[in-house]
């Protein structure tokens, strides 16, 4: 194919004043027409190269080489005037967090009639009107005056993700550069808007370059994908070829790390981390973390090879690893026993729950059961009142709660603080955010001191001991009590939290949205580590998520919560091939899969 | 907070990841004050503010063992040029001028330094007190400081000096109290940021009572912006008793003190300029150099909380 | 009601409890501290005890402190503020002529620093680390810095004797004429209020601007391709309006408070310089005039800028928190 409408050659995105490559020798082709999906996680670059595609220059960052052709021209030797023309005219951005992108200032007519005028869109006033109108129905928002006089602010998520889109197709550009916008929406909206760019795209021939940390969303969008490791494209190929013969050993570990909704097989994450700007070692960068690894793999990066023009490959070995066949090594996943039936069983029941924040009623009589050696996930869309269940029972929920909550057949006090030390000390509640979670001014042992100067009566060295033995069932390192939150990677610092949590030596975790920060290959080993304690410790578990894929990957019940109801429960696999509730089907439908 | 995927690693990394790593085992306790003073240290400006301080202080210091002469005693002839005997000249009255101004930095020092701790204990413990306690109980608390907070310093101060007359105490105490409401604008501000971490619930879901949370997680966490008010602070409380000696409200003559210094002198200001210049200039240094370097540590945390991505 | 409205309102009554509050402690700080204020005013001569009985009964120290209170605050509301315990004159006569005279005088400074300040902030944050940036950031961290006496007695040694001997180290106004008619007795200490007080505007804005020129929303816009001119004018500048509010209402309340010494220090007839005088001979009910006329400054200056920063921005108008 050479109908290019965007080629990329040796991009490198540097560090401003270090010098420390961010991104370097990127190289890609867009053709006409094509959605080409950017994969990468967090810290690999892929915000920074595609926000480059405009030549533009976070803060802290500068272009440090390389070309980006489009029509002929260089975008990254433009004068400012036709640069000026280029950005919104022949290449577009879509932003990923719309509520802080659109001006809170001015309404929103203002905001998307000025591209048409800064453009020179249409000859006349009226040419331009009707262009807006245009734009507001491609998009599925109302056009009338009334909903343009509106400011950013009146508009919910998934509108404001909208407008940003019509703003972007506005001009009928060549190419549009999407930067991660469907987060922060829920599982349906962002359906919608995947749905109105791939409408988009067709309709208009309009080329875009999909950037995303998440497989599953691109998969069912993007024609080619291209995939990114710590600053450089280590795969780029058509869709189909690369979901089943992948030829890089990240792309095959990414594949192996996403839960998948089917459920087959368990998940595999890859331990250690990616190498950031400034640290990156001579050979290639994925070789420490790489089953593959030989010693050529660590003195020279490789170059672009591959099976095709349009299926290139950054890999010494990529034959031998196109020719394994996908998932060949992974367990398939264990199925479910019996459900935790008999209320006997249960370590924590709750029955009839009634949860207010001030006066409103947000959870409307919720029954559930937590048992040993089980988990139970509670899967919802934000507001659904997951997480306010799950702090309910936690005990840091600060409005009334009404019901029941009992632990072992006792009833639990409402407040954590106004709970016996036992009751503390058995439930144990894991938050989502690992950089919020631990205190950046505690050592990781003074951490791990607070549960246990809480409820246990130690000595000194018994301290000692308990620490490094929590630490150990996260396999983490004794050596790591010293260090501070701020020297630990996301993963760590989360393991970090789930061994404080294994410290008070609890019945009962609650882990609410724990892996939802993480990246997929982190969140992969966070999910193992969990069934393992679950299997090992004897822990039950409460598993709070948004994301439905995960709960096959660690549950063994399911509660589908909506509203402040639970519309449907039962075990993991009845529920999920077979969903009885209207709101759980949706969901499924919803749910982007490989 | 939104249950919706995140991710939150910025891409920038953290001036952390940029140094080596630190030593595995046994490494030294880092606390968080002292990073941000070495980390403040880079800037030109710090130097420079810490310099000019410390010269003044330790100036001030000695000075009552250096100066030629006693500030009490009368070396010539009311407002005479400088001469050999008298290297400043002599003031008002006759006393050395440069004996007094090696004598006067001692009291505003002092002064400045323990008003501005004990606006400082203060406003803490009632910032921490009112970002942790319940909505209500916060806001009567900022209310009433929001009414102090209506008095420009020195009105407050001297309303009270209205009435009881001026001691030294006094104003020590008034100059504290008149910090301490903007002190504990920005303490509770910034616990308040701390307050919703999760880290915070994480204690209080272990039962951990709530003064040692305040004193345990809190307190550690707010030191950095609170060592940039003690500046702040420090420097208009230099300002304001200096202030106030120079109205007369502080120490009284004959006891040799900058602010006092520049009101006695200055009906002769065209004769005898020294008098004046030099406690003026004296003081206007020690508020310069003390914002300086107030402002170098401010811009170290800047950078700090940029690094560490602290949203 | 309205949202927009209710809110206003809101802040209106919290304004009104705030000046109460602020007249309790004014009358507390003078009258119910503990300290007999008669004896205080006489010292020694409280001796005399007709004298003393007389001044107490003068003001009002015989009464139980709330009915103290009352009547003071009647007073304070009708204009009614009582009596200059060392002219004789009511307070009112006293200090009506110079309460215009410290209004022209901070108008004056007013007037000339927000513009300027403004305008070395804004410029600041556009060319950041310049030297104009740097020049600026240190000068206004060493202005910012001084005591306003300190700033007044420097321009004394400036301008009034040894370098030049220009403009008039003392003000002074003939009592009975205005500060128009001497204009060249105001520069000095516009001037000194001026320099005071324009260092704080220009770092406050300089950093919103910074934040504002940083924001996702100003960088969307030039993606968009939209030309530099209209992003500043359309999308930086209407944000960048609330901090100027607000900063320049936080303004004139430290100049009601800058007056007290810079007054002294020029001698100008104003109602700083009648605060020391009163405050010198312990003359309470012009001391307390005098407070909470410029506590109410600073109140009403606050209420203003919220106000204000409500009818600008769309979030807070349609009612939003």
């Known amino acids: 194919m050479s109908d290019y409408v965007l080629t990329v050659e040796n991009l490198r995105v540097e560090l401003d004043p270090s010098g420390a490559d961010i991104d370097d020798e990127v190289t890609l082709a867009i053709h006409q027409g094509e959605v080409l999906g950017l994969v990468g996680e967090s810290a690999s670059g892929k915000t920074t190269a595609a926000t480059a595609l405009l030549d533009h220059e976070r803060r802290g960052a500068r272009i440090g080489g390389g070309k980006v052709v489009i029509d002929g021209k260089n975008v990254l030797s433009l004068k400012p005037g036709e640069l000026r023309h280029l950005r919104g005219g022949v290449i577009s951005y879509v932003p990923q967090d719309p509520s802080m992108s659109l001006n809170p200032a001015l309404r929103i007519r203002t905001q998307l009639m000025e591209i048409l005028e800064a453009h020179g869109f249409g000859s006349s006033q009226r040419e331009r009107q009707d262009r807006l109108r245009e734009m507001m129905a491609e998009v599925l928002l109302p056009g009338d005056d009334r909903f343009l006089r509106r400011y950013p602010h009146q508009l919910s998520g998934g509108q404001q993700q909208r407008v940003a889109l019509a703003m972007a197709f506005a001009c009928r550009p060549a190419l549009i550069v999407l930067d991660e916008p469907t987060t922060g929406l829920d599982v349906t909206t962002q359906a919608h808007v995947l749905e109105t760019v791939r409408s988009l795209t067709s309709t208009y021939g309009v080329a875009a370059l999909y950037v995303t940390h998440d497989l599953a969303v691109v998969a069912n969008l993007a024609d080619r994908i291209a995939v990114m490791y710590a600053g450089r494209l280590v795969e780029v190929g058509p869709r189909d070829a690369l979901f089943e013969h992948a030829c890089h050993p990240y792309t095959r570990k990414l594949l192996e790390a996403i839960p998948d909704l089917a459920g087959e097989h368990a998940l595999r994450g890859i331990p250690g981390r990616a190498p950031v700007p400034g640290r990156r070692p001579r050979g290639c960068f994925f070789a420490a973390r790489c089953d593959d690894a030989q010693p050529e793999c660590l003195i020279e990066f490789p170059p672009y090879d591959g099976p095709g023009q349009d299926h290139r490959v950054r890999c010494w070995r990529w034959r031998e690893v196109q020719a394994r066949p996908m998932f060949a090594d992974l367990p398939l996943r264990i199925t479910a026993g019996p459900s935790c039936a008999a209320e006997g069983d249960a370590v924590v029941t709750v029955r009839d729950a009634k949860v207010y924040y001030g006066t409103k009623e947000v959870l409307h009589g919720v029954d559930t059961n937590v048992c040993p050696r089980r988990c139970i996930a509670l899967v919802g869309e934000s507001g659904s009142g997951k997480t306010t269940l799950a702090r309910a029972i936690a005990g840091i929920h600060p409005g009334k709660i009404e019901g029941e909550i009992l632990f072992r057949g006792k009833p639990l006090a409402r407040d954590a603080r106004a709970r016996s030390k036992e009751h503390r000390q058995q439930l144990q509640y894991i938050f989502q955010s690992p950089y919020g979670s631990l205190n950046p001014r505690k050592t990781i042992g003074q951490i791990l001191a607070v549960p246990l100067d809480t409820f246990f009566n130690l000595s000194r060295s018994e301290m000692d001991d308990r620490m490094v033995d929590a630490l150990e069932l996260v396999a983490l390192d004794g050596t790591l009590l010293n260090k501070y939150p701020d020297q630990l990677s996301g993963g760590e610092r989360q393991r970090v939290a789930i061994a404080r949590a294994l410290a008070a030596k609890p019945s009962v975790l609650i882990c609410d949205e724990v892996t939802s920060s993480l990246d997929v290959s982190v969140q992969a080993t966070i999910i193992e580590l969990l069934a393992k304690l679950i299997e090992e410790v004897g822990v039950g578990m409460i598993f709070v998520t948004h994301h439905l894929p995960l709960v096959r990957s660690i549950a063994q019940e399911v509660a589908v919560m909506s509203e402040g109801r639970i519309v449907e429960k039962g075990l993991v696999d009845a529920v999920l091939d077979d969903p009885q509730a209207d709101y759980t089907k949706r969901l499924l439908a919803d749910t982007p899969t490989i | ?311 | 009601m309205p949202p927009l409205l209710k809110l206003i309102l809101r802040r209106l009554g919290l304004g009104v409890l705030t000046l109460f509050l602020v007249s309790l402690v004014v009358f507390g700080a003078t009258q119910a501290l503990p300290g007999d204020p008669a004896k205080a005013i006489l010292g020694k001569q409280s001796a005399d005890k007709a004298m003393y009985q007389a001044l107490r009964r003068q003001l009002n120290l015989d009464r139980p402190v709330y009915v103290q209170y009352e009547s003071w605050l009647k007073g304070v509301v009708t204009g009614h503020m009582g009596t200059s315990l060392a002219s004789g004159t009511t307070v009112t006569s006293l200090i009506g002529q110079k309460v215009a005279n410290s209004f022209a005088l901070v108008l004056l400074a007013a007037l000339i620093s927000i513009p300027i300040s403004l305008l070395i902030g804004s410029l600041s944050a556009l060319w950041r680390d310049s030297v104009f940036d740097l020049t600026a950031s240190v000068g206004s961290l060493a202005l910012a810095a001084l005591p306003e006496f300190v700033i007044a007695m420097l321009l004394i040694l400036l301008f009034a004797t040894a370098v030049t001997h220009v403009l008039p180290a003392v003000s002074r106004i003939p009592p009975g004429s205005t500060p128009w008619a001497q204009w060249d007795m105001l520069i000095l200490p516009v001037l000194t209020l001026v320099l005071a007080v324009a260092p704080y505007i220009s770092r406050i804005l300089r950093a919103s601007m910074i934040e504002v020129l940083e924001s996702d929303y100003v960088q969307m816009a030039r993606l968009k391709g939209m030309p530099e001119r209209t992003v500043l004018q359309r999308h930086a500048l209407p944000n960048a309006i609330i901090p100027a509010i607000q900063v320049s209402a936080l303004q004139l309340a430290w100049l009601a408070g800058g007056v007290v010494v810079v007054e002294y220090v020029f001698n100008y007839p104003g109602i700083g310089s009648a605060f020391i005088d009163a405050v010198n001979n312990r003359d309470l009910p012009v001391v307390q005039a005098i407070a909470l006329l410029i506590a109410a400054v600073y109140v009403c200056a606050n209420l203003l800028a919220d106000i204000l920063t409500i009818l600008v921005s769309p979030r807070l108008r349609t009612g939003l928190r």
Request: a neutral charge; hydrophobic letters at 55%; aromatic letters at 6%.
């Open chain 2, 1 to 311: 907070m939104s249950a919706t995927p995140q991710i939150t690693q910025e891409l920038i990394p953290s001036a952390d990841e940029l140094l080596p790593e630190p030593q595995a085992g046994g490494g030294r306790r880092r606390r968080e004050w002292t990073d941000l003073l070495l980390g403040s240290w880079r800037f030109g400006r710090t130097k420079v503010g810490v310099i000019i301080v410390a010269a003044i202080v330790v100036l001030a210091i000695i000075g009552p063992w250096i100066a030629p002469h006693s500030p009490y005693v009368f070396v010539g002839p009311p407002y005479s040029a400088p001469s050999a005997h008298a290297l400043l000249g002599t003031d008002y009255i006759g006393h050395d001028v440069l004996s007094r101004v090696l004598c006067g930095g001692r009291t505003v020092i002092g002064l400045s330094v323990v008003a501005t701790a004990l606006a400082m204990v203060l406003g803490v413990a009632l910032g921490l007190i009112a970002g942790y306690s319940r909505p209500a109980v916060d806001d009567v608390i900022m209310r009433l400081l929001d009414v102090l907070l209506a008095f420009p310093s020195i009105v407050f101060v001297l309303l009270l000096v209205a009435l009881l007359g001026h001691s030294l105490v006094l104003i020590v105490v008034a100059v504290a109290v008149t910090h301490a409401p903007r002190i504990a604008r920005v303490a509770r501000g910034a616990t308040l940021e701390i307050v919703g971490r999760d880290f915070v619930h994480a204690s209080e879901a272990l039962g951990v009572p709530r003064r040692k949370i305040l004193l345990g997680e809190i307190l550690p966490n707010i030191t950095s912006p609170l060592l940039v008010e003690f500046g702040l602070r420090l420097t208009y409380s230099i300002g304001l008793i200096a202030a106030l000696s120079f109205l007369g409200f502080g120490l009284q003559p004959p006891s040799a003190d900058w602010g006092l210094m520049i009101q006695e002198n200055r009906v002769a200001i065209v004769v005898q300029p020294w008098a004046v210049a030099v406690p003026v200039i004296l003081i206007a240094l020690l508020t310069i150099g003390t914002n300086l370097a107030t402002d170098g540590v401010s811009r170290a945390l800047i950078g700090i909380d940029r690094d560490t991505g602290a949203k």
